[in-house]
């Protein structure tokens, strides 16, 4: 069973992000990028997958512009056989990667895909559910625990209510939240090896997807600063401050 | 004018009460709302989301496979509805909004607004951006419509009708897949207030050290009748379960007090009670980065000053 992996280029999340003065979006030139915390863990699993031979081959795949070649090769030192780049130059949104993602998936005839809950910059959490409903397949989202057999997988779901389990039929998408595994560190010789993996590079057009509309991006602002509060000395000094506002 | 389709998400009868907030963010575009309740037998969630002020009207829709909301399976039965004329459909930014509501929009072929915090038009909203250290504004195309999920934190509760808006039961002929099962849901059974409603919440962070210390938290949330929060290093530590998480990957609210009490405050939690109205932070850590937002803050061992607070409130 192959098994399909997206990765997204973000800024790292580290990173104390700035807003452009004229509103235009946030600085990113020289800022330092990283695969999506998120999609590590997608990694990882489809990675621990193949290492219990429930999975053959793993393709690691990213929808944007020629610097994302980088998170492909991530990708491919730990532990991807080999990439799709779908090459975009422009900025695209989740329904026009869904497309793009959900095309790759069906050249490729995998039978499973994991992405990440959410990227950590747009914080959509939008394109494994938009993949599913294109291809008509199963869905796990805010995936914990997965559990693949027999042509079908049970996955443990984590929901404002608790843990949800399903069990969804193959092929199907899943998308990882944080608690799914903690992702390996790459070793130098996984990143030398992964240097001679093949990348293939696709366009859009390639894939027969036409981007859908997009929302407009107006602008792109700093939330409004907190006021600067006090450091209060004892536990009295504090339920006075709080009685006197009436909070407690 | 336009037409705004709600999703009732509900659980074992009740209305999930980040519906009565969805509302209030339909109210500021104006025109018809209206509240669809998918379940097995939506009766009382259909009166609950009838009494709601500003609902003009609520579909209950009744059918066994809408049981226990299963994004696959309420999704065909939403894009049916919402072709029928509908200019927006809104859903919570509950993990169950969340799940549903991208599929219902790709079948749409739109993209989705995600966690909607302002509504400035018919089309034009708020959102937060990089752990919401960012905030966009984006101008949705009205065609076919408008598809998106609103930041609970970020609105109001809708108050009560003075008179319940009609309910009309419908039945859609739409196939529904069998690709999927739902197995089990292990509920956190809790007397506390909820979190994502409470108006105080107390936090517990790494410092605690311990699943057995985290009953100072507890003790002082009960005497305060605040809600119980953590930060991710405590949930991944195994001292609470994961639904008590508090930040950019776990839940987002905005009480009118917010007790940070061993959380050093990272990127990510903050992203998670930037709106909350009064934050207090306890740290032994003066440089803790959650004194950088804290409205009061106290330096000292957590262990001598929890009790201490819970026995002066």
Known sequence: MKALVSVKRVIDYNVRIQVKPDGSGVVTDGVKHSVNPFDEIAMEEAVRLKEKGKVTEIIAVTVGGAKCEETLRTALAFGADRAVHVKVDEEIQSLTAAQALAAVFKKEGTEIFFLGKQAIDDDAAQTGQMVAALLDLPQATFASKVDIDGGKA??????????????????????????????????????????????????????????????????????????????????????????GKGLI | ????????????????????????????????????????????????????????KVIQIDRAENDHGLAVIVEPQIVALAKTGYSHVFAA???????????????????????????????????????????????????????????????????????????EKQTLDVTLPTHTRFVKLEAQKSERPELQSATRVVSGGRALASSENFSII?????????????????VDSGYVPNDMQVGQTGKIIAPELYFAIGISGAIQHLAGIKDARTIVAINKDPE????????????????TLVPELESKV
Do not use: W
Not at chain 1, 160 to 175: N, Q, R, S
Not at chain 1, 204 to 213: E, H, M
Not at chain 1, 216 to 226: E, S
């Open chain 2, 1 to 56: 004018m336009s037409k705004i389709l709600i999703i009732g998400q509900q659980a074992e009868g009740k209305l999930n009460s980040g519906i009565a907030k969805v509302v209030n963010a339909a109210k500021a575009i104006g025109g018809e709302i209206h509240v669809v309740v998918f379940a097995a037998d939506g009766s009382a969630a259909a009166a609950q989301a009838a009494a709601i002020d500003g609902v003009t």
């Open chain 1, 154 to 243: 049970t996955v443990t779901r984590e929901v404002d209510a608790g843990l949800e389990t399903l069990e969804i039929d193959l092929p199907a998408i899943i998308t990882t939240d944080l608690r799914l595994n903690e992702p390996r560190y790459l070793k130098l010789p996984d990143i030398m090896k992964a240097k001679k993996k093949p990348i293939e590079v696709v366009s859009l057009a390639d894939l027969g997807v036409t981007a859908a509309a997009a929302l407009k991006r107006v602008k792109v602002a700093t939330p409004p600063k907190r006021s600067k509060g006090v450091m209060v000395k004892t536990v009295d000094e504090l339920v006075t401050a709080l009685k």
């Open chain 2, 288 to 303: 803790a980065p959650i004194f950088e937002v804290a409205d009061y803050g106290l330096v000292g061992d957590l262990f």
């Open chain 2, 93 to 167: 930014g509950t993990t169950f909004g969340k799940d549903l509501l991208p599929r219902v929009a790709a079948k749409l072929g739109v993209q989705q607004v995600s966690d909607i915090m302002a509504v400035h038009g018919a089309t034009s909203f708020d959102r937060p951006i990089y752990a919401g250290n960012a905030i966009l504004t984006v101008e949705a195309p009205a065609e076919p419509c408008v598809v998106a999920t609103i930041r609970l934190a970020s609105f109001q509760a809708a108050g009560d009708a003075a008179a319940a808006a009609p309910i």
């Open chain 2, 218 to 234: 507890y003790s002082l949330a009960d005497k305060l009748k605040a809600g119980v929060g953590a930060s991710r290093a405590a």
